[in-house]
C-alpha cells in the first residue's frame, strides 16, 4: 500500500498529474473552491479558464480530438453541471474521451434543494458513458484512476465524477493509478481470428468492393490510419469516409473517393450503392450515411468492424462482424490477407474503377463561379489552397459551411479535423479551436464557421485573447442559418421563417472589442491578399467573409431518399426539378 | 444495373416478436438500477418483469431479472446494449438457453363473507397457495408460480372478491448442475 496523506482536492490534481493530464478546462465556483485551491499551489497541469462552461467542454473535446488524449474539465455543481450537458452529449455521440469532475453540495445537504444543487449523476447518465457520485473518500483515487480508464478504453466517450464538496475537503490515502484489470469493464481489442478470415475470404472475391471508414479510425489511433492506408494500398480498393474519419486516409489519393452520406459525393454515394463487398471499419450505419434503409446498399456482402458490439447489426445487418479496435483488427485483416493462397489480381478492379470514373467526372462539387460575389464553397477552396503546406488544424461548428468545409478542404492526416458531427452542435468550433490551439501551439487553427453558429459561443473569443491562442475564426457569412433555409426551400415552400440572421452584430468591431483583429471581406478579387493578412497575423482574428446568401449545399440526398436519388447542383445541369416535389411526405417526417 | 430513378418495393417487416428472459449481474452500486432501466427507456425498448436483489453480499453483486420482448434484432442490440454498461458483469439470455425455470410470487387480498369465503379458500387449495392471514371478512393468500397460473388464479379471484394485488415479477434460473 503506502499511499500518501492527502485531501481530496488535492487527489484530483494529483490523479490528473499521475494520469499525464497538462492542461484542464474549467470555470470555478463554490463547489469546487478546494480543488482550485489545490491548483493555486501547482504547475504541472495548466488550467484554461473559459467563459461558459459549455465551452470548456468543447475546449477539451477539441484537445482530446487533435492530440489523442483524454480531454478534462472541471466546473462547479448546479448550473456549471447543467451547463457542460451540451458537450458530454457531443462527445458521447462522437466518442470522445473526457474526464468532468463536478463539484457538489456536500453529502449532508444532497437532497434538499441545496444552493446550486442539482442531481448531476441523474441528469448526466445518459448523456455519459459513465458517471460517479463520490461519497467516500476512500473511493476517490480509485474512482478517478477508473474514470480515465473508462473514458478511453473500448469506445471511447465522457465520464463525470461528482464530488461533493466535503470530500473534498476530507483527508484520505492517495492511491497511485494501477495496471490491475477492471473488474466488469474489459472491452475486446482483438478482433475474432476466424470471422478476420472470412471477412478477408470475402474480400478477395470483390469485383467492386468499397473501404467505408469513419470516426473509429481516428479514435483507435495513428497506427490504425497507418495500417488503413497499407490494407488499401494492398488490396487496391478505393476508400470513402465518413464525416468524421476525414483525415484517417488522404483525401489527395486517387483511390479516395470523398466524403459520403447526406452531402456527399456522387462518386462515394454511387460506389456505396453499387458496392459487391463493403468493408465497413470504425463508423456506425448513422442515418446521415445511409439515406433510405430498405434501399441502402442493396447487392453487397457486409463486413463491420467496431470496437463497440452494439453497434454492429444495430441498423444494417451485415455479414461478418467483427468487434474488435479497428488497429487490431486492421493489422490482423493485413496479415490475413497477405496470407492468402492466391491473392486476387488488381485487375479485376479495372471495370469498377473504370465505373467510379466516370461517376467523377460528373464533378458533383462543380459550382456556379462569381466574379462579384465571394462563393462560400469558393472561400473553403481559397483558404484550403493558402494553408496546404502548414500544419493546419480545422474545426467547425455546424450547418452548410461544415458541409462546404468536408467538401472542400483536404485532409491528408488524422486528428486535424475536429467537428460535431453525431450532435450537430452548433458553438462547437471555437472552444474546439481554443483546445486544439493548446494542444497544438505551433499549428495553424482554424474555424471555419456560420455566422449563426458562431454567436452560440462567441464568448469564448475572450479565452483565446487572454491565453494568446492565435486562432483564426473563418465565418461563411450568408445572412442565414443556413442549412435551416435550404431545407426550409426544400421541405417548406422557401418560407424562411426565423431562419434570417437578423440584428448580426459587426463582427470587425465585435472582435477588437474583445482585443482580437477584425477583418471583413467582401470581393472574390480581395480574397486571398485578405486570407494572407489573416494567416499572417499573430493573434486571433474574426474574418467575416461575405458569402452567397442564396448558395445551397450539393449534393444531397434528401430525406427518405437513397444514395442513387442524389440531387446535384444545377450547375450540373439537373434543372427543373423542384427540390420540394422530389422529397415525399414521408422524408418530410424525417429530420 | 439502373443507377437513377430505381424504385424499390416496400420493406418486409414481418419479423416475429419474441419474449425473452435475460438475467443480468451488476455490481450492487447505486444508480445501477437507473442506468439499466434508463437505457430501456430511453432506447424505446419494453420491460415486460424487472426483478432486482443483492444475490451475493460480499462481492456486492446483484442479479436482475428482465422479461423483454422484440424481434431478434431489437433483442441482440438490448443485450449488447447492456453488457456495455460499465457496471455489468453479465448478460445471459435463459430464453436462448432453453428450457430456464421461471417463477414469480404473488400476494392476493381477498375480502368477502359466506360462500365467496370458503370458495376463496377452495380455489387457494387447489392452487396450493399458502395462506398467510386471515380475518373473518378477508384472507391474504400466497402464490408462488409460473406467470400463466397466477394469471389464472388472480383471474378466479377477481371474481370471488380480490380487493389487492402485488406480484413480484419473474426470478428465472437454468435446470441443470451448470451455474450462470
Redesign the interface.
Same mark, same amino acid.
Given at each position: 500500500m503506502g499511499g500518501e496523506v492527502m485531501t481530496g482536492a488535492e487527489m484530483v490534481i494529483r490523479a490528473f498529474q499521475d494520469q499525464g493530464v497538462d492542461t484542464l478546462f474549467g470555470y470555478p465556483g463554490g463547489a469546487v473552491l478546494p480543488i482550485y485551491d489545490a491548483l493555486f499551489h501547482q504547475e504541472a497541469v495548466k488550467h484554461v479558464l473559459v467563459r461558459h462552461e459549455q465551452g470548456a467542454v468543447h475546449a477539451a473535446e477539441g484537445y482530446a480530438r487533435s492530440s489523442g488524449k483524454v480531454g478534462c474539465v472541471l466546473v462547479t455543481s448546479g448550473p456549471g453541471a447543467t451547463n457542460i450537458v451540451t458537450g458530454l452529449t457531443d462527445a458521447m455521440l462522437d466518442s470522445i474521451p473526457l474526464v468532468c469532475i463536478t463539484g457538489q453540495v456536500p453529502t449532508h445537504l444532497i437532497g434538499t434543494d441545496a444552493f446550486q444543487e442539482c442531481d448531476t449523476?441523474?441528469i448526466t447518465?445518459?448523456c455519459t458513458?459513465?458517471n460517479y457520485?463520490v461519497?467516500s473518500i476512500a473511493d476517490l483515487p480509485r474512482i478517478l484512476h477508473e474514470a480515465f480508464y473508462?473514458a478511453k478504453n473500448?469506445?471511447p466517450g465522457p465520464v463525470v465524477v461528482d464530488l461533493p464538496k466535503d470530500i473534498q475537503f476530507a483527508s484520505g490515502l492517495y492511491e497511485k493509478p494501477t495496471s490491475s484489470q477492471h473488474?466488469?469493464?474489459r472491452?475486446a481489442v482483438e478482433g475474432d481470428r476466424e470471422r478476420i478470415r472470412a471477412a478477408v475470404e470475402l474480400m478477395a472475391t470483390a469485383r467492386r468492393p468499397v473501404f467505408y471508414t469513419g470516426g473509429g479510425v481516428i479514435n483507435s489511433g495513428p497506427e490504425a490510419s497507418r495500417l488503413l492506408r497499407e490494407l488499401v494500398a494492398e488490396t487496391g480498393f478505393p476508400v470513402t469516409s465518413t464525416l468524421m474519419g476525414l483525415g484517417a486516409y488522404p483525401a489527395s489519393d486517387d483511390k479516395f473517393l470523398g466524403m459520403l452520406g447526406m452531402h456527399g459525393t456522387y462518386e462515394a454515394n +454511387?460506389a456505396m450503392?453499387?458496392c459487391d463487398v463493403m468493408i465497413c471499419v470504425g463508423a456506425r450505419f448513422d442515418d446521415r450515411i445511409t439515406g433510405? +434503409?430498405?434501399?441502402f446498399s442493396?447487392?453487397s456482402k457486409k463486413i463491420h468492424i467496431d470496437v463497440?458490439?452494439?453497434s454492429?447489426?444495430?441498423v444494417v445487418?451485415v455479414d461478418v462482424g467483427i468487434v474488435g479496435d479497428c488497429a487490431s483488427v486492421l493489422e490482423d485483416m493485413l496479415e490475413a490477407w497477405r496470407a492468402l493462397p492466391s491473392r486476387p489480381d488488381k485487375s479485376n478492379l479495372e471495370g469498377w474503377f473504370g465505373k467510379i470514373a466516370t461517376w467523377r467526372a460528373r464533378e458533383c462539387l462543380a459550382y456556379w463561379p462569381s466574379g462579384t460575389i465571394i462563393k462560400p464553397q469558393y472561400a473553403v477552396q481559397r483558404l484550403y489552397e493558402a494553408c496546404k503546406d502548414r500544419e493546419t488544424y480545422i474545426t467547425t461548428e455546424v450547418g452548410q459551411h461544415q458541409m462546404w468545409a468536408a467538401q472542400y478542404f483536404k485532409f491528408e492526416e488524422p486528428n486535424r479535423w475536429m467537428t460535431s458531427g453525431g450532435l450537430g452542435t452548433m458553438g462547437y468550433g471555437l472552444p474546439a479551436a481554443i483546445g486544439t490551439q493548446l494542444a497544438h501551439p505551433d499549428g495553424l487553427v482554424i474555424d471555419i464557421a456560420g455566422e449563426a453558429s458562431i454567436l452560440m459561443n462567441i464568448q469564448e473569443l475572450s479565452t483565446a485573447v487572454q491565453y494568446r491562442l492565435p486562432v483564426k475564426i473563418f465565418i461563411l457569412n450568408n445572412e442565414y442559418m443556413g442549412m435551416v433555409r435550404q431545407w426550409q426551400e426544400l421541405l417548406h415552400g422557401s418560407r424562411y421563417s426565423q431562419s434570417y440572421s437578423e440584428s448580426l452584430p459587426d463582427f470587425v468591431k465585435l472582435a477588437e472589442a474583445y482585443g482580437a483583429k477584425g477583418m471583413r471581406c467582401e470581393k472574390p478579387g480581395d480574397l486571398d491578399a485578405a486570407i494572407a493578412e489573416m494567416l499572417a497575423y499573430d493573434g486571433p482574428v474574426i474574418f467575416d467573409c461575405v458569402v452567397d446568401k442564396t448558395e445551397n449545399c450539393f449534393p444531397m440526398i434528401p430525406s427518405g431518399k437513397?444514395h442513387?436519388?442524389m440531387l446535384l447542383s444545377d450547375y450540373l445541369g439537373e434543372t427543373g426539378v423542384e427540390l420540394g416535389d422530389v422529397i415525399s411526405e414521408e422524408g418530410k417526417m424525417l429530420v | 444495373m439502373n443507377a437513377m430513378n430505381t424504385h424499390y418495393p416496400d420493406p418486409v417487416k414481418v419479423e416475429p416478436v419474441n419474449r425473452h428472459t435475460l438475467a443480468v449481474i451488476v455490481d450492487n452500486e447505486p444508480g445501477v438500477l437507473a442506468r439499466i432501466s434508463g437505457m430501456f427507456s430511453g432506447r424505446g425498448y419494453n420491460i415486460e418483469s424487472l426483478t432486482v436483489s443483492e444475490t451475493e453480499a460480499e462481492r456486492h453483486l446483484s442479479r436482475i431479472t428482465i422479461v423483454t420482448s422484440g424481434t431478434d434484432a431489437v433483442i441482440q442490440q438490448i443485450k449488447a446494449q447492456l453488457d456495455r454498461l460499465v457496471p455489468v458483469h453479465r448478460v445471459v439470455d435463459l430464453t436462448l438457453q432453453g428450457n430456464a425455470i421461471e417463477r414469480e410470487i404473488c400476494l392476493v387480498k381477498v375480502a368477502g363473507q359466506g360462500e365467496h369465503r370458503s370458495e376463496a379458500l377452495r380455489l387457494a387449495a387447489a392452487f396450493g397457495a399458502k395462506t398467510l392471514d386471515a380475518t373473518l371478512s378477508s384472507f391474504v393468500f400466497e402464490l408462488t408460480g409460473t406467470t400463466e397460473e397466477i394469471d389464472r388464479f388472480v383471474r378466479l379471484m377477481t371474481v370471488i372478491g380480490l380487493v389487492e394485488t402485488c406480484r413480484t415479477g419473474i426470478s428465472a434460473m437454468g435446470r441443470g448442475a451448470e451455474p450462470l
Open positions: 449523476v441523474g447518465r445518459h458513458k459513465h457520485l461519497k473508462v473500448g469506445r473488474k466488469t469493464y472491452p +454511387l450503392h453499387e433510405r +434503409l430498405d434501399a442493396p447487392f463497440d458490439a452494439s454492429i447489426n444495430k445487418k437513397a442513387n436519388e | -
